[in-house]
């Protein structure tokens, strides 16, 4: 930055910084969080973001519970989690302050917004005395500043209603944010201009904040040093910012594309999964049908009609929808009809923490329905991995003619990222071939003779020819007719079974993220830890620590030679944000001893923690 | 990439003279000797020829009951699908091929108890499909318990003492949820059945038949009072537009509106004429929503005869069709590009 001064500043180069915007649900710290980070990203940082919210709209102002804040680490380095601690803590409140204060590292920053620690707001978050002026943060730089006030004077004159213009702090916030790390304004203000397209005088009063709160930082002398960050060195290539949700919709609106097929959302509301169906529901240009049911029983039903009916057929939900979808993915199976069922994991049991995040439904997936009844399980394992992984279902689910449960979770769905996009040509096709029609002469149509991959043809209404009927009671090998047979019965259990086991025939085989093939330690994960396990085993490694990771996608069926590679490891480490999950499939499959690290307190690992489970097991004294 | 015509009617003309036979696919018929199915079976193959569409672009869908066989029986396209459910995957089915003729088969237990929600959703969002229910006021396939249609004090295996849930009224459901055909049938008069079946193909929107299907083995008989010869034309009402209602075995008998209270009069007597009386009007929802109460047990005091024909028709946007506008309007505006969504609005180039 060659900005021109007007007193002496320092600029100081960081490599990464993590910044949480922490303040009540309604301050607006989720579209502040977002314009810095997407900010970030189109100056070439890497970033990830955590967007941690109250399950409630507008929990009771003031009070710890209603805290809702923004996390981002960005950095000139490759960046693979939002951050364990950070560098930065904007506290709107004083609850903010209180919620936040022990994810903050020593000697760094609180940006606190001093007409939130008045009186009314110390009581309600339970705070004695004034934090800003007990001496309890001394071991901090705080900077107080009256950013209610100074809001209200910069947009003095503006005619708006002093509760609209305190509806702007957030912009000021913002603005000192940019100046105070050296980011240009101008993306937010075509942002805001566009958001308030209809409300010109509302867009004027954010901008005229975002810029106060710029110069307030130029201008107060309690600012010494500005902080640069660099461009990230990432792999080259055209990136753009995304988040989990919006890739999982991107990924179904491709593989429609890819795939020729017309795409059906079958959708009941439900956090965190509700964006997908927003998402979808804007993109009817694409010829996209979104089917908002009214439950998720009808949700997942309606999906089989439109799979039956020859389109690309998905349901989106989390936890307890997909207890409710569970005997119809069943009729799936036995109808074995293409469906995505996409399942955005949050904390359970029931209605559980439905803003927070748990890889607690694999099980579920693998085993939630009566009778044997496969379903091949894919998990993301990052916002932009959601694009991936749900490209990937869609593959699969048409190739093997059966419902394919794809996993993503709280945590990476309303996550970001920058992300090196595929142009569509970069995409595999998808190959469809519907059952040909029939004439009056040739023989009998046979709905359930299978190809050598084991999968039926998919043979749909307005063929000529084709007429034949299917249902969720037995029916015989090849004919579909009903049986009760007891021969036939086992056959076609065996037959749905290994059919989904040759899907390991068509999937990549497993390999080694990060370190050597063969070792003391093997992390293994899957899903949302991704970026967790990667910075943490990248940071061991360059402290010299004989550790390797490897990463699962697929969950069902494992890759082949998954047996293989982690009995090249003394030891086996699976962290999971349940307790034991997948560790319990490894086991039964494997008859491997893995050592489980287990989290269910609805948040991601801390790099930390895993760190140090990691030392500890490496450094462990043999017994 | 496969072709798919979505959107149209699909109903070309160019058709093979068919007959009832060629709709009775080769699966051995199961029910119990003497059911009413039967009947609605042979009914619906009799009709299909008649309507036009070619055989390959038919569609039954049903849920799980001894009704729920149905689609087993039809030499069309199927699904049998899973209890209650049949409703919600023919909207996805309809929604997403408007070109197909979607008829949906359930029983009384099957789209009133475990799938009453998705029947509610489908009328109000009248997609263009047919609904037979076929009530046989009791649970056939698990072997006789009460239904949410079987009368209070009914004796069945889990209600030994007699059933205490007050009883659906179907036809009043299915006007509450906004039907926009509602109709009434019996397994016995197929001659009805039959112009009844073409009357719901030919509305456009959902059409909600409700057909009174004896049940030989569980609950033989509930209907008698409806459908034996001796007794019929006294307790049962037909509905014909724009004629006035009247029944009894001499047409001797009509129904006079008093305000919103309908009575019975007497014909006979001489101050009365048949142009006093209700006239039927299919399109008047607040009659049908009389009608759909004329529900009490033959015999009982103030008894009103049953009725049976269409009760209400009226015409209303199809969900399937303003799924399919949208579509069209956005597309008209620009046919999604898959390159330009994935790039977005914001990228930045590392080099
Ligand atoms: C989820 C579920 N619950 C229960 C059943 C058992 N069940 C099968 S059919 C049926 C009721 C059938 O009654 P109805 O729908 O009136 O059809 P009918 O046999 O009388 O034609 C029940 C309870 C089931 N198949 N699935
Ligand atoms: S049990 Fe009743 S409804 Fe079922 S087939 Fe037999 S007679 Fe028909
Ligand atoms: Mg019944």
Wanted: hydrophobic share 40%; glycine share 10%; charged share 25%.
């Amino acid at each position: 930055m060659s900005e021109v001064h007007s007193r002496p500043i320092r600029v100081e180069t960081k490599q990464d910084v993590t910044i949480l915007f922490a303040g009540d649900s309604g301050d607006g710290m989720q579209l502040t969080g977002t314009q810095f980070s997407e900010t970030a990203a189109i100056l070439g940082n890497d970033l990830n973001t955590f967007p941690n919210y109250p399950a409630e709209i507008r929990a009771p102002a003031g009070t710890l519970p209603g805290v809702s804040g923004f996390q981002v680490q960005f950095g000139s380095k490759e960046i693979f989690t939002p951050g364990d601690k950070i560098d930065v803590l904007v506290a709107m409140n004083a609850a903010a302050l209180k919620a936040n204060l022990k994810l903050l590292k020593e000697g760094k920053i609180i940006i606190a917004n001093v007409d939130g620690f008045d009186e009314k707001n110390l009581q309600l978050a339970g705070c004695k005395t004034n934090p800003l002026e007990d001496g309890s943060l001394a071991k901090y730089h705080v900077y107080p500043i009256e950013i209610g006030k100074l809001t209200r004077s910069a947009l003095e004159g503006t005619g708006l209603s002093t509760k609209e213009i305190d509806r702007s702090k957030n912009m000021f916030v913002l603005g000192l944010l940019f100046w105070l790390y050296t980011r240009p304004l101008d993306h937010t203000i075509n942002n805001i201009r566009e958001k308030f397209k209809k409300k010109p005088e509302i867009a004027e009063a954010n901008i005229k904040a975002l810029q106060a709160g710029y110069s307030y930082g130029e201008a107060t002398e309690i600012f010494t040093t500005r902080y640069e960050v660099k461009k990230a060195k990432l792999p080259a290539g055209t990136y753009r910012h995304i988040m989990g949700n919006q890739a999982t919709a991107y990924a179904l609106i491709a593989a429609s594309k890819k795939s020729g097929l017309p795409l059906f959302l079958g959708s009941y509301p439900i956090t965190p999964a509700s964006d997908i169906l927003h998402e979808l529901s804007k993109h009817k240009n694409f010829g996209v049908r979104t089917f908002q049911a009214e439950d998720e029983i009808a949700a997942m039903c309606a999906a089989i009609g439109a799979a039956y009916g020859g389109s690309l057929a998905a349901t989106s939900t989390s936890g307890p929808g997909m207890d409710l979808k569970e005997e119809a993915i069943g009729l799936a199976v036995s109808l074995e009809l293409p469906v995505v069922i996409i399942d955005v994991q949050r904390g359970g049991p029931s209605t559980g923490l439905p803003t927070k995040t748990e890889q607690s439904d694999l099980l579920m997936a693998m085993f939630g329905r009566h009778g044997e009844s496969p379903v091949p399980i894919i998990a993301a394992n990052s916002p932009a991995g959601c694009f991936d992984a749900t490209f990937e279902a869609c593959r699969l689910a048409i190739e093997f003619m059966t419902p394919v449960i794809c996993l993503t979770d709280g945590y990476i769905a309303n996550g970001s990222e920058p992300w090196k996009f595929p142009t569509a040509k970069d995409l595999p096709d998808i190959t469809v071939k519907f059952a040909a029609p029939r004439n009056a002469g040739d023989p009998k149509y046979l709905p359930y003779k299978r190809n050598d991959k084991g999968a039926r043809e998919w043979a749909i209404p307005g063929t000529k020819g084709l007429e034949h009927r299917i249902g969720g009671l037995e029916k015989q090998h090849e004919t579909g007719a009903v049986s009760y047979d007891a021969e036939n019965h086992a056959l076609m259990t065996k037959l749905r079974a290994e059919k989904i086991e040759k899907i390991a025939d068509a999937i990549p085989l497993q390999t080694i993220d990060n370190g050597s093939e063969k070792g003391k330690l093997l992390v293994l994960g899957w899903g949302s830890t991704y970026g967790t396990i990667k910075t943490v085993v990248r940071d061991l490694r360059l402290e010299g620590y004989d550790v390797s990771h490897a990463h699962l996608t697929y969950l069902n069926p494992f890759p082949k030679n998954l047996g293989e590679l982690i009995y090249n490891f003394d030891k086996i480490l699976i962290p999971e944000l349940n307790s034991g999950q997948l560790a319990r499939l490894i086991r039964d499959k494997f008859l491997a001893p893995v050592i489980q690290f287990n989290k269910v307190q609805g948040m991601p690992f801390m790099e930390s923690e895993l760190k140090e489970k990691i030392i500890a097991i490496l450094t462990e004294k043999e017994k | 990439m496969p072709a798919l015509d979505l959107g149209g009617n699909g109903k070309k003309s160019d058709l093979p003279v068919l007959t009832a036979k060629d709709f009775a696919s080769e699966q051995e018929v199961r029910w119990c000797p003497g059911c009413g199915d039967y009947s609605i079976l042979k009914q619906v193959q009799s009709v299909l020829p008649e309507l036009g569409v070619p055989r390959e672009n038919i569609v039954f869908v049903s849920g799980i009951g001894c009704s729920s066989r149905f689609p087993y029986y039809m030499e069309t396209f199927g699904i049998h699908g899973i209890h209650g459910r049949a409703t919600a995957i023919a909207t996805g089915l309809k929604a997403s091929r408007p070109d197909l003729d979607v008829w949906i088969v359930g029983g009384d237990g099957d789209l009133l108890s475990i799938g009453g929600n998705h029947t509610l959703h489908i009328l109000r969002r009248n997609l263009n499909v047919n609904i037979l229910l076929f009530n046989n006021e009791i649970y056939g396939l698990t072997k006789g318990q009460y239904s949410p249609t079987s009368p209070v004090g009914f004796v069945a295996k889990s209600t030994p003492y007699g059933a205490i849930d007050h009883p659906i009224n179907p036809l009043a459901f299915a006007l509450g949820a906004d039907g926009t055909f509602i109709a009434r049938t019996m397994d016995r008069d197929v001659k009805h059945m039959r112009e009844i079946l073409k009357r719901a193909h030919k509305h456009k929107g959902a059409s909600f038949v409700e057909i009174y299907q004896n049940c030989v083995i569980f609950n033989d008989g509930a209907f008698e009072a409806f459908t034996e010869k001796d007794v019929k034309a006294e307790n049962d009402l037909f509905l014909e537009h724009g004629k006035p209602l009247v029944f009894g075995k001499n047409n001797d008998k009509g129904i006079k509106l008093f305000g919103l209270k309908p009575m019975v009069v007497d014909l006979t007597l001489s101050d009365v004429s048949k142009d006093d009386l209700w006239i039927h009007d299919e399109r008047d929802r607040t009659k049908a929503s009389i009608l759909t109460r004329f529900f009490d047990e033959p015999g009982s005091e103030h008894y009103m005869p049953r009725p049976f024909g269409v009760f209400y028709a009226e015409e209303r946007f199809c969900y399937e069709d303003a799924m399919l506008d949208q579509i069209n309007l956005a597309k008209e505006k620009g046919e999604g590009d898959l390159d330009a969504l994935l790039r977005g609005k914001e990228t930045w180039v590392v080099d």
